[in-house]
């Protein structure tokens, strides 16, 4: 590929944490290195300064022996001139979360015991924590179940290693199964925005809802919605850029041929008449197209192909405006001004 990020070690898996560190952009991620499937997963590292040419760092954290999935996705978080990697991982069938710290981005032997569970009765799942700073105190947002409720949980901290739980923040939306995963919550130009990843939202899986955010309570003011509408993405990160722009990152996987990749960047905004939009993120702007031979409108209808075959067929009463990024094998479609985004591999 030519600017999207696939790496050269077996499998690779959903980003596990995006910051900006040191002056590069850290992106760490599931990495199965003994096989190119999904196995134990250890935790890889790639850096960028663009968003195009990408440098591999290696692998910056393993499973224990008796961990049978390994290090499930978590987040990354700046504080006191360090890095702080979240992570979740199990044991004896109960999901926990712990965190690793570095000094450089790049060497994290030393973890912290945050050891956090579930705080309801079922401890099998305690996944993806997200974690942030608000008002001087440190946030944590995971994903759990509550009796087959899928809860979004917050918890307090000074210090990012003994963690308060202060309730439930919000309802896994009910399109999801019995937890829901990679929870994230961020401010944008005033409004809060809360993002998860579902499994049962076919075909895309990627929800956001707007609202307000209290310290403790996320309030709605819209239901779940999709801008990806594609089947191929999932698992998103996002990261805030030292001038102040949200981007986000997410996994794309190709299930006919086994294969993988993280998404070009996408800018989180909302556009003049308030609706949240994903658009390509301003340092790979000039790899952006205003057509494609792979896209044609047609009879009311916008059609994705590849070589004579059409992948993809949606119904739009006008003609969309739409601007694309080609990639070897990938297609990303923002249609509309990034109010909606379609992406697929095309062969």
């Excluded at 999935?69 to 001139?81: Q, T």
């Excluded at 993002?195 to 819209?222: E, N, V, W």
């Excluded at 191929?232 to 949200?246: F, H, I, M, N, W």
């Excluded at 916008?302 to 990024?325: C, W």
Aim: aromatic share 14%; hydrophobic share 35%; charged share 25%.
């Amino acid at each position: 590929m030519r600017y999207h990020y696939k790496n050269s070690l077996k499998w690779i898996g959903c980003p596990s944490g995006f910051v900006y560190f040191g002056g590069h952009y850290h992106i760490f991620f599931g990495l199965n290195p003994l096989h190119p499937r999904f196995g134990p997963l250890h935790t890889g590292h790639v850096v960028t300064d663009d968003f195009i040419s990408w440098e591999e760092a290696g692998i910056v954290l393993s499973p224990s022996e008796d961990d049978p999935v390994g290090l499930k996705p978590g987040s990354a978080v700046e504080a006191d001139g360090k890095l702080w990697l979240f992570y979740t991982a199990e044991q004896g069938g109960s999901e926990y979360i712990n965190c690793a710290v570095s000094d450089d981005g790049y060497d994290f032997s030393d973890r912290k015991m945050a050891d956090l569970v579930s705080p309801f009765e079922d401890k099998r799942y305690m996944r993806n924590p997200f974690v942030f700073e608000y008002k001087g105190k440190y946030k944590l947002i995971a994903c759990a179940s509550d009796e087959g409720t899928g809860r979004i949980v917050i918890y307090d901290s000074d210090d990012l290693i003994n963690w308060e739980y202060k309730g439930i923040l919000a309802d896994v939306p009910a399109a999801s199964w019995s937890c829901g995963e990679m929870p994230e919550l961020f401010c944008e130009d005033g409004t809060w925005v809360l993002s998860i990843q579902t499994a049962r939202a076919m075909p895309h899986k990627i929800l956001y809802a707007t609202g307000d955010f209290d310290g403790y309570k996320f309030t709605f003011d819209s239901e779940f919605f999709a801008i990806e509408t594609g089947s191929a993405v999932e698992y998103q990160r996002s990261c805030l850029t030292p001038d102040g722009r949200r981007i986000q990152t997410a996994w794309m996987y190709d299930n006919r041929n086994n294969t993988a990749c993280f998404t070009a960047p996408r800018q989180i905004s909302f556009d003049i008449k308030g609706r949240l939009i994903l658009t390509p993120a301003e340092e790979i702007e000039f790899l952006v197209r205003k057509a494609s031979s792979f896209v044609e409108y047609e009879a009311g209808r916008l059609n994705i192909s590849f070589e004579n075959k059409t992948l993809r067929s949606i119904p739009y009463a006008h003609e969309p405006e739409i601007r694309v990024l080609e990639d070897i094998g990938t297609l990303e479609v923002f249609i509309n001004g990034g109010r909606e985004v379609l992406s697929l591999y095309i062969c």
